[in-house]
């Protein structure tokens, strides 16, 4: 269980309704390191400047996460966490590796502006 | 009023959060401003086993710890926050922050360190995919294969022993031709029989398509470049210091690391200097929180005289 004050996402099915139902997501991958918990920061930070993308965290670990390790733009990814980005179901970007603030705004402003 | 403050901290990492912790604990006025995460450095350390008086912890976890002690004593902390002018020069100490201007009669720079990046062809390009720099974090996509760890000191030659856990082999490439490791890591090390050297190199290019097929090695010595292929490379070359804003405005040295005395003031008056950024051998979280309580004392006596 990743220790943030996001939503997780738990299951594979859950995953796909948030994608389904909701406009603008994103949803971080990781586990509770290095790389992973500067991205869950920025996400918490950024949900009150951005309230119209919903934020949320998975477990890297987790069975259930194929959805996102698996998924085609997470082709070549070697490093965590693996992010993602969904406009209206569908995957607009990708990102692996730790992401400053400013990085993961610039995305949020290109696609869910 | 309401921007105004006994001492400033420029930096939330365990030097900054410490003096935090001391100034708010003795009633002091004390702003933390932090241009990141709190905890600087720390967070991104997985496992701490060597902090006096806690067995084993995370980076985040102690920083998480720190940040709550401070507030406990009444410490503002603003974090991820862009610092957009210092000016230092007179009596008064002006950070600014976007439209908003803190006052401070002064100033503790703790704005810490961060990793050097070898900087050059394709290291942007295959971060995450095929370069590293947290071994612990993504050791394990390389199960089975052929890896090359850059970097001669402690952090470098620890890490290519852990990553034999994963990888088939592990070269280790440095710059020179000794290490500037402790002994016993580079003695781990050379007995390990998955771990083997290049020397006097350095990677000159980082190439492939989605994801990093080989490097350019450069061998320092003859000026030789060879191509190696390889799927991972993770990068320990040290740190460097977040001083860029205040050099000009405060004695550095050649490294960009502010110079101090052993009170920690630097050459202006009011502004003193604690942790990574400071010129100093040793940089450990048990250092910065050391050279953070110096810099707290010493500003209390400076506000209040």
């Given amino acids: 269980m990743l220790m943030t004050n996001l939503e997780h996402v738990e299951t594979a ?66 490093g965590l966490p693996f992010t993602m980005y969904y406009k209206n179901g569908k995957v607009v970007k990708a990102t692996t590796s730790i992401q400053m603030k400013e990085q993961v705004k610039a995305i949020l402003d290109e696609f869910f502006a | 009023m309401e921007n105004t403050y006994d001492v400033i901290i420029l930096g939330g990492g365990a030097a900054g959060l410490t ?51 401070a507030e406990s004593f009444g410490c503002e902390i603003k974090q991820n926050v862009q610092i957009t002018n210092i000016d230092i020069s007179g009596k008064e100490k002006k950070i600014t922050v976007g439209e908003e201007t803190y006052i401070s009669k002064s100033i503790i720079i703790a704005t810490g360190g961060r990793s050097r990046n070898l900087n050059v062809e394709g290291e942007e390009t295959f971060k995450g995919k095929g370069i590293s720099y947290c071994a612990t974090c993504d050791g394990d996509f390389y199960t089975g294969q052929d890896i090359i760890v850059v970097g001669g000191g402690n952090s470098a030659l620890e890490e290519a022993v852990s990553l034999t856990k994963y990888a088939s082999s592990v070269t280790v490439v440095h710059q ?29 290019g980082f190439y492939g398509d989605e994801k990093l097929k080989y490097v350019n090695i450069k061998n320092l010595k003859t000026g030789e470049v060879y191509k190696k292929e390889i799927e991972g490379v993770f990068i320990f070359i040290g740190y460097m210091a977040n001083s860029e804003k205040i050099k000009e405005q405060v004695a550095v040295n050649q490294y960009g690391e502010i110079m101090a005395d052993k ?37 209390i006596e400076f506000v209040q005289n």
């Fill in chain 2, 263 to 299: 009170n920690m003031a630097t050459n202006v008056s009011g502004v003193f200097v604690a942790g990574d950024v400071r010129e100093k051998k040793i940089r450990q979280i048990t250092t910065a929180v050391g050279d953070g309580a110096i810099a707290a004392v010493n500003a």
């Fill in chain 2, 19 to 69: 003096a935090g912790i001391y100034l708010s604990r003795a009633k002091v006025k004390t702003l933390i401003l932090n241009e990141g995460m709190v905890g600087g450095q720390m967070v991104l350390t997985y496992e701490i086993a060597n902090y006096p008086g806690i067995e084993q912890t995370s980076g985040f976890q102690l920083s998480m710890t720190m940040k709550k002690q």
């Fill in chain 2, 176 to 204: 020179f031709d000794h290490f500037q490791a402790f002994e016993h890591a580079v003695e781990v090390a050379q007995s390990n029989e998955k771990i083997n050297f290049i020397m006097e190199s350095t990677i000159d």
């Fill in chain 1, 13 to 78: 099915a859950q995953h796909q309704e948030v994608i389904e139902n909701n406009e603008n997501v994103m949803i971080c991958a990781g586990r509770m390191g290095p790389m992973c918990i500067p991205v869950y920061a920025a996400m918490e930070e950024l949900r009150e400047e951005y309230p119209n993308v919903k934020f949320m965290d998975m477990d890297f670990d987790s069975p259930e996460a194929h959805v996102i390790r698996n998924a085609p733009e997470c082709a070549g990814f070697m």
